[in-house]
């Protein structure tokens, strides 16, 4: 009864120190996470549709990935009218 008990509080103090390594690991990932200012302010220019040649806002925009370059579409009709031109 007494080895059940002993062997609780080393499970406790195990589980305390794995909680502690980990919340100590999270803080500093979102320390670093936070250091992302000036791509928030990218993110409200506008961008050109290629296909119907609208200005569309860049967060509101689809985007399609061709080989290195993104394109920015007002809306998924005009991406797959891109991706599959007939
Ligand atoms: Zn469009």
Do not use: Q, W
């Not at 980990?22 to 320390?31: M, N, P, R």
């Not at 860049?58 to 007002?74: D, L, P, S």
């Amino acid at each position: 009864m007494l080895r059940l008990l002993a062997l609780a509080v080393l499970g406790l103090l195990i589980f305390l120190l794995i909680r502690s390594t980990v919340s100590a690991f999270l803080a500093g990932f979102g320390a670093t996470a936070r250091t992302g200012g000036p791509a928030r302010a990218l993110r409200n220019d506008l961008v050109k549709d290629p296909v119907c040649a609208t200005y569309v806002p860049r967060r509101t925009a689809v985007a399609r990935t061709a080989g290195a370059t993104t394109y920015y579409f007002c809306s998924p009709a005009c991406a797959a009218k891109f991706e599959a031109p007939t």
